[in-house]
């Protein structure tokens, strides 16, 4: 038995390692050109954006069982999304609602300045959001897709509730989902194996698509594609009701409650020495 758990945790770093080798990604997405950057960002925004659509095509396509069961079609959602987050990870892409926690690391660790910080975060929203693009208008909409029933219903219902809810809700709900979503990158990191690495990424990013939390670079491929495909919203009404409040409550669950926290946990001990 003994041997068996000493196995078992030689697949896995400890939380102070996964915090250092978390940190270490940041080092590598600074010393690479800003063309190249640029493309990782807008790979990680396609990525998120296929697993909104692998999501939205299971759980739309089952109106009769979803009527009877809307909390098991929420968790049919939830567990499908997380692709996305599993590629951009394995792959090594950018998505800048995990770069809110490892640059804050970055940053409080005195490996980056706070001009990096800013310019790195806004390069990665930006790209990601070209990435979404793809897939939303070119890989979604040009194909036909969420165009008929029952998706299109399922879809559009699905789009315009993000854009009708309080600005303090979705402020919170983005505080939420960038907390689980940055804990799902960090526990990835702990993991030596591929396997490991899905599963750790994969319990996090379920939890926050099943209980219906606010994911800025997902609602960019969601609420755009909605418009694309004839729902009823308004792009005034997508970005300053949806966007804005989930983006920054995006940045404070990633940067507070994962960056600031496994800082303060492992790192400042050290710093002040």
């Given at each position: ?20 080798s ?7 997405k600074?010393?690479?050109?800003i ?11 396609a ?14 396509g ?20 997380p ?10 892409a ?12 970055a ?11 800013v ?10 959001f ?12 040009q ?5 008929t ?22 402020f919170l709900?983005?505080?939420g ?11 990835g ?7 490991g ?5 994969w ?7 099943t ?36 983006t ?5 669950g ?20």
């Amino acid at each position: 038995m003994r041997d068996f758990d000493k196995t078992i945790m030689e697949n896995y770093y400890n939380p102070k390692e996964t915090t250092l080798s978390f940190l270490s990604s940041v080092k590598a997405k600074i010393e690479i050109p800003i063309a190249q950057f640029s493309l990782l960002a807008i790979l990680g925004g396609a990525f998120i954006a296929f697993g909104g659509l692998l999501s939205i095509m299971v759980s739309g396509g089952m109106p009769g069982f979803g009527a009877n069961n809307p909390g098991l079609v929420q968790l049919i959602a939830g567990a499908l999304f997380p692709v996305g987050l599993i590629m951009v990870s394995i792959t090594g892409a950018d998505l800048f609602t995990s770069d809110c926690a490892v640059f804050t690391l970055a940053t409080l660790k005195r490996e980056v300045n706070y001009k990096l910080f800013v310019k790195y975060l806004i390069l990665s929203y930006v790209f990601n959001f070209v990435g979404t693009q793809i897939v939303a208008f070119l890989l979604t909409y040009q194909v036909g897709f969420m165009q008929t029933n029952p998706w299109a219903d399922y879809f559009h219902l699905y789009a315009e509730k993000k854009v009708h809810q309080g600005f303090s809700t979705v402020f919170l709900k983005g505080i939420g989902a960038n907390w689980l979503v940055c804990l799902g990158m960090f526990m990835g990191y702990s993991a030596k194996d591929i396997i490991g690495k899905c599963i750790g990424i994969w319990i996090p990013v379920m939890l926050f698509v099943t209980l219906g939390y606010e994911h800025s670079i997902a609602n960019l491929f969601f609420i755009p594609t909605a418009i694309y495909t004839g729902a009823d919203i308004a792009v005034y009404d997508f970005i300053l009701k949806n966007l804005l409040p989930s983006t920054i409550g995006n940045f404070i669950g990633g940067a507070v409650f994962v960056g600031m926290a496994y800082w303060y946990l492992y790192l400042k001990s050290e710093q002040n020495v």
